[in-house]
C-alpha cells in the first residue's frame, strides 16, 4: 500500500511500538474511540505531541468522538511492519543472545526468531526453546534455506566487525546490533544499534532532577 | 550546578548516550574540535538537528572551527548523570538479569550494579562476576547498606507488579523496567520502560522500505 511509505521521523516511529501497545489493550477491552488526552495520558506524553505524531500517518481524530481504536492499530501495524513477518536470525548465543531468543515480545510483533548461530563447538547443537544452535560456518546456507533478512548481533565488542563482515557476505541486509561499536558496513545493510544504556541514563537523569542530586 | 537543570526532550536526551559515545572516541584521540556535519554523519541524523540538540544545553559551534570536543563532553556527562554514581539492584537473575549485570556498558556509564536479587532458592549464593545472589526478602536492608538508588526489574511479566510493589516498599524510587507490562506505581517513582522490541521494529521498518516489502 502506497500511503505507508511515509517518512515518519525517528523520534516519532520510536513511540510507535508504545502507541501499539496501548491501541491493542484499548482494542482488547471493546473501546472503539479513544481520545488524544486519554491515550496520551496513559503514554506519559502530551495530547499535542501525539496529535503531531498521529498526524504523520493520516491519524485525524473526530471532533468529540476521539481517535478511531482499529483504524489506528491497522494503521501502524502496518508502519512498523508488524503485518509482514520477518525471518531473524540470532548470531552469539551467550546470555543475551539467549535472553533474546526467549523474548516472548518478537513473535508478537512479526519477528519470527529462525536460526541461531554460535562458533564456541561447545554449544553447537544444544537448543533454545524449539531451534538447535548452528555454527556460524552455515549462516550462507541456512540463510538461503530459511529466507533470513535481519540477523540480531550478541557477540562481544572484539568479535562484531568480523561475524558482521560474515552476515553481510551472506546476504543478510539488516542487522540489529547489541555490541557497543560501531560496525563497518556496505551501504546496502541497515544498521539498527541497541544500547542498553540509554535507559538507564535516561531513568537517572530523571531522578537526578528529582532527588536534587546535583555535584 | 544550576545550569544543567535544564528541560531537554526526550528524544534528544534519547540521542545524549550516542552523543557522549561519539565525543568519547574523538576525545581519546585527542581531537579538540569537531564541525556539526562530521558529528552528524557519525552519528547518521541531520547537522541542523545535532545543532537543535546541542542548543538545548548551551553548546554554540564557533565558525570554521566547530564545537569543542572536551566541553560537550563534560555537558553531556554532567546532564546525564554520568559524573555521578548511582547504586543499582537487578530483580531477577534470568538470562537477561545475569546478561544485564554482565553488561560493561553499565559501570562506564556510571551506574554500579551494587546487589542482586531472585526469589528462586537454587540462585540464592550463586554469584554472577563478584557478587552473590540475595533473596529478595533482603531488599529492604540492602537497600539501606549500600544506598541502593534503582531497581532493573527483569522478571516475569506476571511476577513483575508484586515484585514492584516491594521496591517500592524498600524506598526505591527508580525502576528500569524490562517486563513487558505497565507498573502501577505511587508518584514519586520513576519508571522506565525498556523494550527491547523497539529497535527491531525500527530495523524492520527501515527494511520495508528499503526492500519494498510492502503488502
Request: aromatic share 6%; with cysteine.
Amino acid at each position: 500500500m502506497c500511503d505507508d511509505l511515509v517518512i515518519i521521523p525517528k523520534a516519532t516511529l520510536g513511540r510507535l511500538p508504545l502507541y501499539l501497545r496501548v491501541l491493542n489493550g484499548l482494542h482488547h477491552l471493546n473501546i472503539q474511540f479513544v481520545s488524544s488526552e486519554e491515550m496520551a495520558m496513559k503514554l506519559g506524553i502530551t495530547s499535542s505531541q501525539l496529535r503531531k505524531d498521529l498526524s504523520y500517518f493520516g491519524g485525524q481524530g473526530i471532533r468529540g468522538t476521539g481517535y478511531d481504536v482499529a483504524y489506528l492499530l491497522g494503521k501502524i501495524k502496518a508502519i512498523l511492519g508488524v503485518s509482514q513477518n520477518w525471518q531473524m536470525a540470532i548470531v552469539g548465543l551467550g546470555k543475551l543472545g539467549t535472553a533474546l531468543a526467549r523474548y516472548p515480545g518478537l513473535q508478537q510483533h512479526g519477528i519470527n526468531v529462525a536460526a541461531l548461530f554460535d562458533i564456541d563447538e561447545a554449544k553447537i547443537g544444544w537448543k533454545v526453546g524449539e531451534l538447535s544452535i548452528c555454527h556460524l560456518s552455515e549462516l550462507t546456507e541456512k540463510k538461503k534455506e530459511l529466507g533470513l533478512e535481519i540477523a540480531a548481533l550478541t557477540v562481544p565488542a572484539q568479535a562484531a566487525q568480523e561475524v558482521t563482515d560474515l552476515i553481510v557476505e551472506a546476504g543478510i541486509q539488516g542487522i540489529w546490533n547489541f555490541a557497543p561499536v560501531r560496525l563497518e558496513t556496505p551501504e546496502n545493510v541497515i544498521v539498527q544499534y541497541e544500547d542498553l544504556v540509554v535507559g538507564v541514563l535516561t531513568l537517572s537523569h530523571l531522578l537526578s532532577r528529582r532527588l536534587g542530586k546535583m555535584r
